[in-house]
C-alpha cells in the first residue's frame, strides 16, 4: 500500500473546497477526490489527511471504504496468502508496556506520533445516544450509479437531518430520497455526478454524525489511437484521437514530459464531442518524438518525424531534336507537388507568349514551345524554387536541305553513325519514340523498316508534288495508322514512331532503302529503360527494444538502368499510414530502423530507385514487435549439493518487458573453459536440480533469461562452487499422528509418509515386529526426503509394530508406528431367554467369539412379533450382556436376536434366539418358580486396561481404566 500525504500547516478557511489526487503508472491511470471544509476555531490546528482506498468491484454499486488502519498494515512481514495485520487493533488491545515490542516487530519508527493519535482515538471512542450505527467514514461510488447512506437511531421516532456541505438538503425527488424504516434513516442519492461529490452530515438533535462521498468518474477508454506522422519542417500537424465520454479529460505529453495549456504559442489543444486534437502549426526538428494522449482508462502513443525539405527528382528533363515548325516540349516531374519553380534559357529566365507556354500541373512541370524557329535552340533549364539545384536539356534545330541531284543516285541513309553500324537510341517506358532518318536517292527510294524477321507495313507515304500542283495531305495517305507503332515516308527522310514505348519493342531495328540504283541499310538499336520492379519482401533481422535491422535483396529487374538506392517505409500493423524513413537514398541493402516503441506491431517494405523514378513497394514484411532481452536474473544461490549434483534457484528478472519471458538457460564452466548448458533445453522454473556432475571439481555456475529477443545478461556465481556431499546426520520427522496408534478399517488404503533428513541419502529399512517387511505384501518407496510405507487393500493380518530405521554411515536414527487393522465383530453368543413374566422378558448372551480388533462399544437388541416377523430395535449402543425387554403385547409371541457393535459398526449377522417368548393373557394363574438364593459376590474385574497413550510435553495427559467387582 502507497500512502500519500498532503501536510497543510497552520490550516485557514482559503485553503476550503475540493482536492483531487492523480496516479499514473506505464499503462494505468488512477484518480481520487476529497473534500476539505476548514471551520473557524480559536486554535489553528495541523492536518495531516492520508488516502488510502478499500476498492471495490468494477461496475458494482457498492461503495468503497476509506481504510486508515490498512496504512499501518505491514505486507512486508506477512505471508503472501496470509491475513493482513492491523496494528491499530494489536495496540488497542496491548498494554502500554508491551507498546515497544508491538513496534520493533511491525517496524514502526514513530511510535511517539503514533501513540499520540492512539490516545486521541480512545477518546473520541464514546458511544452515541442518539446514534446505534453511524455513517462510515467515508464512501467511494461510480458515476452514474445510486448512492445509499444508512444510519440507525436510538429513537425510532426520531427525525433526522441531511445536509451536504453544510447545507440542508431540503428538496427530496428523484434526485434526493429519504426514507424512515423503523429505526434505519436512509438518504439514497441517484445518478452520482462529480457534483455530489461532497461532505455529507446526518443531524439527530445536537449530535451529528459525518462522511465523505467521492465520485469516481469510469475509466475512459481510447477508441481510436493516435497514428504516427512524418511531415516537412514548417508544416502542420494535427493528432487526433477518439474517447469513450464526451467532454473527458486527456493529458498530453511529449517524450514523458506534460504539454501544458502555458505552451499555446507553441501546441493547440482542441475538442470536438468525444475527439481531441493536438495541433502543431509549424513543426521544427525540436518538435521529433513519441506524442502520448493519456486517460485514466488507457493511453495511446504516436510518432512524430520531422525532416527537413529534400526534393526528389523522379523524372528528369530529356535533349529534343526538332525542325522547324514543329512542336518542342519539356517535361520534368518531382516529389514535392507543391514545389513551383522558373525555366531558364541560356542563363535569362523564360517569360511566357503565345507561341511559349508554361505549366505546373501535380507534380509535373512543363514548358511547351509551337512552330519552332532556329532562334529556339539552346540550353534550357528547370530551376524549383528554395532548391540549388537545376534540370537541365538542350534543344537541337533540324534544318532541312534540298539538294537536286542527278536523277539516278543511288539512296542513301544519312545518320550520324557509320552506314551498317549499330547505333543505340534509349526511351523511357510509357513515352514516345519518334526516330526522322534523312534519306536520298533518285528516283524516291522504297523504305523498309524490320525488327529481325518482322517487316514493318508503312502506314504513310507522302511524295513530291508536281511543279504548281496543290499539296493536298489527304491524297498522299495511303492507309490509316493502326497500333502503336508507326512508319512515314517523305521524298527526303522517313519517320519511324512508338507510342508508349514498351519493354518488348526493345531491339535492333533495321531501315533498308532501295531504288533501281541500288540500296542502303542501317541498324538502330533501341533499348527501352523504366521504373524497376519493386523489391522482394523485405526480412527482420536483429530486432531490439526499438530498433530493428531490414534487410532485402536487389530487384529482379533494374530498369535498364542502375540502381541508384532504396526508400523505406514502415507503419504499425493496424494502421493505414506509411512513414517513409530515409529521404537520402540507402545505397546499400540493409538499413537499421530507429525511434520504434516497444511492444507494438510494425510492417516494412521498400522502393527501389534509379534515374527514371521510384518503383512500385514491395509486399510488406512479415509482422515483427520491437522487443528487448529481459534484465539478468538476480539473487543466484545454492540450495543444495551432493557429490554428483547441486540445486540452484534464483529470483526473476527486474524488468522483462513486453515480449515476456520464455524460460532460463543455467550453464556452468571449470575455471576459465568455455560454458556448457547444464540441461537440455529451457526451464521455466526458478530452481533446478544439475546432475551427473564430477566429484570434487570447483565449478562456476550462471543463468541467462531468454525470451523472443534473445539472452539477457547472466547473472553468475560470485566464487565457484565445490561438489562435494556435506555430511549432516540423519533424523526422522515422525508426524505427530504417527505417534499414536494407527487404526484402519479392513480393505482401506494404508499410506504412511515419514520424512527424514540427512546427507548424502540415508539407507531406509522397514521391520514389522523386528523382521523385514514382505515386499510382497507392503510397499515401500523411498525418496531423498521421505520413505512411504503403502499397503493397498489392508487386511488383520497387517496389524503390528512397524519400525523404520535410517542409516548413514555410523549414524541412524528410528521410530516405531502402530498399526491396528480393524474389522466388524461377529455375532454375539449363547443368546439366552432367562425369564418371561407379564409383560417382561429377560435376556442374557455371551460376548462374541471375534471382536474385530477393537474393542466392543456395545449391543443392538431387537425384537419381532412371530405372526409379521418384522424386526424393531429395543436396545442401541448397550453395554451390558442381559437385558430385560418389557412393553410387550399380551398374546403375542416374540423372537429376540442381537448384533454385536464395535468402532466398524455392527456385526454382519445376528444371533437369534431359538426360543419365544409367550406373553399369557390375564386370567391365568402364575406360578412363580422357586429360585435359589443368588450369590451376588464377585471377584474384583478390569472391564476396562489402561491403555498406552503419546502426548507432547507441556500437555495434560489422562490415564483411566475400570474395574468391578461386588462388594464394592
Given at each position: 500500500?502507497y500512502?500519500?500525504?498532503?501536510?497543510?500547516?497552520?490550516?485557514?478557511t482559503?485553503?476550503?473546497?475540493?482536492?483531487?489526487?492523480?496516479?499514473?503508472?506505464?499503462?494505468?491511470?488512477?484518480s481520487?477526490?476529497?473534500?476539505?471544509?476548514?471551520?473557524?476555531?480559536?486554535?489553528?490546528?495541523?492536518?495531516?489527511?492520508?488516502?488510502?482506498?478499500?476498492?471495490?468491484?468494477?461496475?458494482?454499486?457498492?461503495?468503497?471504504?476509506?481504510?486508515?488502519?490498512?496504512l499501518?498494515?505491514?505486507?512486508?512481514?506477512?505471508?503472501?496468502?496470509?491475513?493482513?495485520?492491523?496494528v491499530?487493533?494489536?495496540l488497542?488491545?496491548?498494554?502500554?508496556?508491551?507498546?515497544?515490542?508491538?513496534?520493533?516487530?511491525?517496524?514502526?519508527?514513530?511510535?511517539?506520533?503514533?501513540?499520540?493519535?492512539?490516545?486521541?482515538?480512545?477518546?473520541?471512542?464514546?458511544?452515541?445516544?442518539?446514534?446505534?450505527?453511524?455513517?462510515?467514514?467515508?464512501?467511494?461510488?461510480?458515476k452514474?450509479?445510486?448512492?445509499?447512506m444508512?444510519?440507525?437511531?436510538?429513537?425510532?421516532?426520531?427525525?433526522?437531518?441531511?445536509?451536504?456541505?453544510?447545507?440542508?438538503?431540503r428538496?427530496?425527488?428523484?434526485?434526493?430520497?429519504?426514507?424512515?424504516?423503523?429505526?434505519?434513516?436512509?438518504?439514497?442519492?441517484?445518478?452520482?455526478?462529480?457534483?455530489?461529490?461532497?461532505?455529507?452530515?446526518?443531524?439527530?438533535?445536537?449530535?451529528?454524525?459525518?462522511?465523505?462521498?467521492?465520485?469516481?468518474?469510469?475509466?475512459?477508454?481510447?477508441?481510436?489511437?493516435?497514428?504516427?506522422?512524418?511531415?516537412?519542417?514548417?508544416?502542420?500537424?494535427?493528432?487526433?484521437?477518439?474517447?469513450?465520454?464526451?467532454?473527458?479529460?486527456?493529458?498530453?505529453?511529449?517524450?514523458?514530459v506534460?504539454?501544458?495549456?502555458?505552451?499555446?504559442?507553441?501546441?493547440?489543444?482542441?475538442?470536438?464531442?468525444?475527439?481531441?486534437?493536438?495541433?502543431?502549426?509549424?513543426?521544427?526538428?525540436?518538435?521529433?518524438?513519441?506524442?502520448?494522449?493519456?486517460?485514466?482508462g488507457?493511453?495511446?502513443?504516436?510518432?512524430l518525424?520531422?525532416?527537413?525539405?529534400?526534393?526528389?527528382?523522379?523524372?528528369?528533363?530529356?535533349?529534343?531534336?526538332?525542325?522547324?515548325?514543329?512542336?518542342a516540349?519539356?517535361?520534368?516531374?518531382?516529389?514535392?507537388?507543391?514545389?513551383?519553380?522558373?525555366?531558364?534559357?541560356?542563363?535569362?529566365?523564360?517569360?511566357?507568349?503565345?507561341?511559349?507556354?508554361?505549366?505546373?500541373?501535380?507534380?509535373v512541370?512543363?514548358?511547351?514551345?509551337?512552330?519552332?524557329?532556329?532562334?529556339?535552340?539552346?540550353?534550357?533549364?528547370?530551376?524549383?524554387?528554395?532548391?540549388?539545384?537545376?534540370?537541365?536539356?538542350?534543344?537541337?534545330?533540324?534544318?532541312?536541305?534540298?539538294?537536286?541531284?542527278?536523277?539516278?543516285?543511288?539512296?542513301?541513309?544519312?545518320?550520324?553513325?557509320?552506314?551498317?553500324?549499330?547505333?543505340?537510341?534509349?526511351?523511357?517506358?510509357?513515352?514516345?519514340?519518334?526516330?526522322?532518318?534523312?534519306?536520298?536517292?533518285?528516283?524516291?527510294?522504297?523504305?523498309?523498316?524490320?525488327?529481325?524477321?518482322?517487316?514493318?507495313?508503312?502506314?504513310?507515304i507522302?511524295?513530291?508534288?508536281?511543279?504548281?500542283?496543290?499539296?493536298?495531305?489527304?491524297?498522299?495517305?495511303?492507309?490509316?495508322?493502326?497500333?502503336?507503332?508507326?512508319?512515314?515516308?517523305?521524298?527526303?527522310?522517313?519517320?519511324?514512331?512508338?507510342?508508349g514505348?514498351?519493354?518488348?519493342d526493345?531491339?535492333?531495328?533495321?531501315?533498308?532503302?532501295?531504288?533501281?540504283?541500288?540500296?542502303?541499310?542501317?541498324?538502330?538499336?533501341?533499348?527501352?529503360?523504366?521504373?524497376?520492379?519493386?523489391?522482394?519482401?523485405?526480412?527482420?533481422?536483429?530486432?531490439?527494444?526499438?530498433?530493428?535491422?531490414?534487410?532485402?535483396?536487389?530487384?529482379?529487374?533494374?530498369?535498364?538502368?542502375?540502381?541508384?538506392?532504396?526508400?523505406?517505409?514502415?507503419?504499425?500493423?493496424?494502421?493505414?499510414?506509411?512513414?517513409?524513413?530515409?529521404?537520402?537514398?540507402?545505397?546499400?541493402?540493409?538499413?537499421?530502423?530507429?525511434?520504434?516503441?516497444?511492444?507494438?506491431?510494425?510492417?516494412?517494405r521498400?522502393?527501389?530507385?534509379?534515374?527514371?523514378?521510384?518503383?512500385?513497394?514491395?509486399?510488406?514484411?512479415?509482422?515483427?514487435?520491437?522487443?528487448?532481452?529481459?534484465?539478468?536474473?538476480?539473487?543466484?544461490?545454492?540450495?543444495?549439493?551432493?557429490?554428483?549434483?547441486?540445486?540452484?534457484?534464483?529470483?526473476?528478472?527486474?524488468?522483462?518487458?513486453?515480449?515476456?519471458?520464455?524460460?532460463?538457460?543455467?550453464?556452468?564452466?571449470?575455471?576459465?573453459?568455455?560454458?556448457?548448458?547444464?540441461?537440455q533445453?529451457?526451464?521455466?522454473?526458478?530452481?533446478?536440480?544439475?546432475?551427473?556432475?564430477?566429484?570434487?571439481?570447483?565449478?562456476?555456475?550462471?543463468?541467462?533469461?531468454?525470451?523472443?529477443?534473445?539472452?539477457?545478461?547472466p547473472?553468475?556465481?560470485?566464487?565457484?562452487?565445490?561438489?562435494?556431499?556435506?555430511m549432516?546426520?540423519?533424523?526422522?520427522?515422525?508426524?505427530?499422528?504417527?505417534?499414536?496408534?494407527?487404526?484402519?478399517?479392513?480393505?482401506?488404503?494404508?499410506?504412511?509418509?515419514?520424512?527424514?533428513?540427512?546427507?548424502?541419502?540415508?539407507?531406509?529399512?522397514?521391520?514389522?515386529?523386528?523382521?523385514?517387511?514382505?515386499?510382497?505384501?507392503?510397499?515401500?518407496?523411498?525418496s531423498?526426503?521421505?520413505?512411504?510405507?503403502?499397503?493397498?487393500?489392508?487386511?488383520?493380518?497387517?496389524s503390528?509394530?512397524?519400525?523404520?530405521?535410517?542409516?548413514?554411515?555410523?549414524?541412524?536414527?528410528?521410530?516405531?508406528?502402530?498399526?491396528?487393522?480393524?474389522?466388524?465383530?461377529?455375532?454375539?453368543?449363547?443368546?439366552?431367554?432367562?425369564?418371561?413374566?407379564?409383560?417382561?422378558?429377560?435376556?442374557?448372551?455371551?460376548?462374541?467369539?471375534?471382536?474385530?480388533?477393537?474393542?466392543?462399544?456395545?449391543?443392538?437388541?431387537?425384537?419381532?412379533?412371530?405372526?409379521?416377523?418384522?424386526?424393531?430395535?429395543?436396545?442401541?449402543?448397550?453395554?451390558?450382556?442381559?437385558?430385560?425387554?418389557?412393553?410387550?403385547?399380551?398374546?403375542?409371541?416374540?423372537?429376540?436376536?442381537?448384533?454385536?457393535?464395535?468402532?466398524?459398526?455392527?456385526?454382519?449377522?445376528?444371533?437369534?434366539?431359538?426360543?419365544?417368548?409367550?406373553?399369557?393373557?390375564?386370567?391365568?394363574?402364575?406360578?412363580?418358580?422357586?429360585y435359589?438364593?443368588?450369590?451376588?459376590?464377585?471377584?474384583?474385574?478390569?472391564?476396562?486396561?489402561?491403555?498406552?497413550?503419546?502426548?507432547?510435553?507441556?500437555?495434560?495427559?489422562?490415564?483411566?481404566?475400570?474395574?468391578?467387582?461386588?462388594?464394592?
Amino acid at each position: 500500500i502507497y500512502t500519500f500525504e498532503i501536510h497543510i500547516i497552520q490550516a485557514k478557511t482559503t485553503y476550503d473546497g475540493g482536492y483531487r489526487c492523480e496516479v499514473s503508472s506505464k499503462d494505468k491511470f488512477d484518480s481520487c477526490n476529497f473534500n476539505l471544509n476548514v471551520h473557524e476555531a480559536p486554535n489553528t490546528a495541523d492536518i495531516d489527511i492520508r488516502t488510502a482506498f478499500k476498492r471495490t468491484g468494477d461496475g458494482t454499486e457498492e461503495a468503497g471504504e476509506l481504510d486508515f488502519s490498512a496504512l499501518l498494515r505491514k505486507s512486508e512481514t506477512k505471508p503472501e496468502t496470509g491475513p493482513d495485520v492491523d496494528v491499530w487493533d494489536i495496540l488497542r488491545k496491548a498494554p502500554p508496556s508491551e507498546y515497544e515490542k508491538i513496534a520493533f516487530q511491525y517496524g514502526i519508527t514513530d511510535l511517539r506520533g503514533l501513540l499520540k493519535r492512539l490516545k486521541k482515538m480512545k477518546k473520541e471512542e464514546k458511544k452515541s445516544e442518539a446514534f446505534q450505527k453511524k455513517l462510515d467514514p467515508a464512501y467511494q461510488i461510480d458515476k452514474g450509479q445510486k448512492m445509499k447512506m444508512v444510519v440507525e437511531v436510538a429513537n425510532p421516532d426520531a427525525e433526522v437531518k441531511w445536509l451536504k456541505n453544510g447545507q440542508e438538503i431540503r428538496v427530496a425527488g428523484s434526485k434526493y430520497i429519504f426514507e424512515s424504516i423503523g429505526n434505519k434513516r436512509i438518504l439514497t442519492i441517484n445518478n452520482c455526478s462529480l457534483a455530489d461529490d461532497a461532505a455529507y452530515t446526518c443531524v439527530i438533535g445536537e449530535e451529528k454524525c459525518f462522511t465523505e462521498l467521492f465520485v469516481r468518474e469510469p475509466p475512459v477508454m481510447i477508441l481510436r489511437p493516435l497514428e504516427d506522422q512524418m511531415v516537412m519542417i514548417g508544416e502542420r500537424v494535427e493528432f487526433e484521437c477518439e474517447v469513450s465520454e464526451e467532454g473527458a479529460q486527456v493529458k498530453w505529453e511529449k517524450d514523458g514530459v506534460e504539454l501544458t495549456r502555458e505552451e499555446t504559442f507553441k501546441y493547440r489543444f482542441k475538442k470536438d464531442g468525444m475527439k481531441h486534437f493536438l495541433i502543431i502549426n509549424e513543426t521544427s526538428l525540436e518538435d521529433n518524438g513519441h506524442y502520448i494522449v493519456k486517460t485514466n482508462g488507457g493511453e495511446s502513443v504516436a510518432e512524430l518525424m520531422v525532416q527537413e525539405k529534400q526534393l526528389e527528382v523522379l523524372q528528369g528533363v530529356a535533349d529534343l531534336t526538332v525542325k522547324a515548325k514543329e512542336q518542342a516540349v519539356f517535361k520534368c516531374e518531382v516529389s514535392d507537388e507543391t514545389v513551383a519553380g522558373i525555366w531558364v534559357k541560356n542563363g535569362k529566365e523564360v517569360v511566357p507568349n503565345d507561341r511559349i507556354k508554361i505549366s505546373h500541373i501535380g507534380r509535373v512541370h512543363k514548358l511547351t514551345i509551337d512552330d519552332v524557329v532556329p532562334s529556339d535552340e539552346g540550353d534550357y533549364s528547370f530551376i524549383p524554387n528554395g532548391f540549388a539545384f537545376n534540370l537541365s536539356a538542350k534543344l537541337h534545330f533540324m534544318e532541312v536541305k534540298i539538294d537536286f541531284v542527278p536523277r539516278e543516285e543511288p539512296p542513301k541513309i544519312k545518320l550520324d553513325c557509320v552506314s551498317g553500324n549499330a547505333d543505340t537510341i534509349i526511351v523511357v517506358a510509357g513515352n514516345k519514340l519518334r526516330l526522322d532518318v534523312p534519306i536520298s536517292g533518285d528516283p524516291t527510294p522504297t523504305v523498309i523498316w524490320s525488327k529481325g524477321d518482322k517487316v514493318i507495313e508503312q502506314t504513310l507515304i507522302r511524295t513530291k508534288p508536281e511543279p504548281g500542283a496543290e499539296v493536298n495531305d489527304d491524297v498522299d495517305i495511303i492507309s490509316e495508322a493502326h497500333g502503336r507503332v508507326h512508319v512515314e515516308t517523305f521524298p527526303d527522310h522517313c519517320v519511324f514512331t512508338i507510342e508508349g514505348a514498351e519493354k518488348s519493342d526493345e531491339g535492333a531495328y533495321t531501315v533498308l532503302v532501295k531504288n533501281p540504283a541500288g540500296e542502303d541499310a542501317a541498324t538502330i538499336n533501341v533499348k527501352v529503360i523504366e521504373v524497376p520492379d519493386p523489391p522482394e519482401s523485405p526480412n527482420i533481422l536483429n530486432i531490439g527494444e526499438d530498433f530493428c535491422t531490414v534487410q532485402w535483396e536487389t530487384p529482379k529487374y533494374d530498369g535498364g538502368m542502375p540502381i541508384l538506392g532504396y526508400i523505406l517505409e514502415r507503419k504499425k500493423k493496424k494502421s493505414f499510414r506509411w512513414m517513409r524513413l530515409n529521404y537520402e537514398l540507402v545505397k546499400e541493402l540493409s538499413y537499421e530502423s530507429k525511434r520504434m516503441i516497444e511492444g507494438v506491431i510494425y510492417e516494412m517494405r521498400i522502393y527501389a530507385v534509379n534515374t527514371i523514378g521510384m518503383s512500385r513497394p514491395s509486399q510488406p514484411s512479415q509482422p515483427f514487435m520491437p522487443i528487448a532481452p529481459t534484465s539478468e536474473p538476480t539473487l543466484l544461490t545454492v540450495e543444495d549439493v551432493s557429490d554428483t549434483s547441486i540445486t540452484l534457484k534464483w529470483r526473476p528478472p527486474e524488468r522483462i518487458g513486453a515480449a515476456g519471458l520464455d524460460g532460463y538457460m543455467v550453464e556452468y564452466c571449470k575455471g576459465a573453459s568455455e560454458w556448457v548448458p547444464a540441461l537440455q533445453g529451457l526451464t521455466e522454473r526458478t530452481s533446478c536440480l544439475i546432475r551427473d556432475l564430477p566429484t570434487g571439481e570447483k565449478l562456476t555456475f550462471r543463468v541467462r533469461a531468454i525470451n523472443l529477443a534473445g539472452p539477457s545478461d547472466p547473472c553468475t556465481m560470485k566464487e565457484p562452487v565445490t561438489i562435494r556431499e556435506i555430511m549432516q546426520r540423519p533424523k526422522i520427522r515422525l508426524p505427530r499422528f504417527l505417534r499414536q496408534t494407527l487404526m484402519k478399517t479392513v480393505g482401506e488404503t494404508v499410506n504412511i509418509v515419514i520424512p527424514f533428513q540427512g546427507k548424502p541419502r540415508p539407507i531406509v529399512t522397514w521391520l514389522k515386529n523386528g523382521q523385514p517387511v514382505d515386499p510382497k505384501d507392503v510397499g515401500v518407496r523411498n525418496s531423498d526426503t521421505d520413505t512411504i510405507l503403502f499397503i493397498r487393500s489392508a487386511e488383520r493380518r497387517h496389524s503390528g509394530d512397524y519400525q523404520v530405521k535410517i542409516q548413514i554411515e555410523n549414524c541412524e536414527d528410528a521410530a516405531t508406528i502402530q498399526i491396528q487393522i480393524v474389522d466388524k465383530p461377529s455375532a454375539p453368543q449363547n443368546l439366552k431367554l432367562v425369564e418371561v413374566w407379564g409383560f417382561n422378558t429377560a435376556l442374557e448372551w455371551s460376548p462374541p467369539q471375534d471382536d474385530g480388533n477393537t474393542e466392543i462399544t456395545g449391543y443392538t437388541v431387537q425384537k419381532a412379533d412371530k405372526k409379521t416377523m418384522e424386526w424393531f430395535t429395543v436396545y442401541e449402543h448397550y453395554r451390558r450382556l442381559n437385558c430385560i425387554v418389557s412393553d410387550l403385547i399380551m398374546g403375542n409371541e416374540y423372537f429376540f436376536r442381537v448384533f454385536s457393535e464395535n468402532m466398524c459398526g455392527l456385526s454382519e449377522k445376528p444371533f437369534t434366539s431359538k426360543n419365544t417368548a409367550l406373553i399369557q393373557k390375564t386370567g391365568i394363574a402364575y406360578k412363580p418358580p422357586n429360585y435359589k438364593e443368588h450369590e451376588f459376590g464377585e471377584a474384583p474385574k478390569f472391564t476396562h486396561p489402561l491403555a498406552n497413550r503419546s502426548v507432547v510435553a507441556g500437555y495434560n495427559a489422562t490415564l483411566s481404566c475400570a474395574l468391578r467387582g461386588s462388594p464394592k
